[in-house]
């Protein structure tokens, strides 16, 4: 079964530092999508990254990159320049190439401190 | 329109009340689903309905009936529902890649 975990229920850091969230999971499956969602108190779900397992090279997205390792099944996500806009909570996710049921962690809430 | 629209926004009911929360997408995703989440929480799938199918129900108790109408639409019929339900809903669509787009939920209380 897959599984997906956060092992940082909440984190801090001060505006325009940086900070890495990290993220484990555990699959026997070879052909996968791993993606970084935040959930501001606005409540909507939204995606900030993906990266495909395939892909030896790490997804980034302007402040937001991420940390894949394959063989150790970790993908941190880092953000630089952190920003009050990026207060929220993140979740980490997981899905089989081919499949429907999108595996969540349990979350990290961030704070952006001024 | 990348948007995945859920209306109402909040939702106050009684255990015996009967509600419908709705869900619209005019990305022409094929497949639309249901979570639940749960107060500092991750979401939680319910339902997946692919191509207007249904094609995931987890182990969801009845008085949660889910019906996708056409491609654009998803439903989440409620009846008959207890105090634990009270949640947010939402509801996400996909099409061709694994990354879901999700609504904004509705946050239900059942008093």
């Known amino acids: 079964a897959q599984t997906v975990t956060q092992s940082q229920p909440e984190m801090s850091v001060q505006e325009a530092e940086t900070v890495t969230l990290s993220c484990t999971y555990d699959?026997?499956?070879?052909?996968?999508?791993l993606f970084w969602y935040k959930q501001p108190p606005s409540r909507q779900m939204i995606l900030v990254i993906r990266q495909e397992a395939y892909k030896q090279q790490n997804a980034t997205e302007n402040r937001f990159s991420v940390n894949f390792q394959k063989a150790a099944k970790s993908f941190s996500l880092k953000i630089s320049d952190s920003q009050l806009g990026d207060t929220a909570m993140y979740f980490c996710a997981f899905i089989e190439t081919g499949a429907n049921n999108l595996f969540f962690g349990t979350g990290t809430r961030l704070t952006v401190i001024p | 329109d990348t948007e995945v629209t859920q209306t109402p926004k909040h939702l106050v009911m009684g255990m015996t009340n009967k509600k419908s929360l709705k869900c619209e997408q005019h990305?022409?995703?094929?497949?639309m689903y249901w979570y639940k989440q749960k107060a500092k929480k991750p979401p939680e799938l319910m339902f997946v309905?692919?191509?207007?199918?249904?094609?995931i129900n987890e182990s969801v108790p009845s008085r949660f009936s889910p019906e996708c109408p056409n491609s654009s639409l998803l439903n989440l019929h409620l009846h008959a529902l207890q105090p634990e339900d009270s949640a947010l809903y939402l509801c996400a669509s996909s099409h061709g890649h694994p990354q879901a787009f999700f609504g904004q939920g509705t946050r239900l209380t059942v008093v």
């Open positions: 309905y692919s191509y207007e199918k249904l094609s």
């Open positions: 699959t026997s499956e070879s052909n996968y999508y």
């Open positions: 990305m022409g995703h094929r497949a």
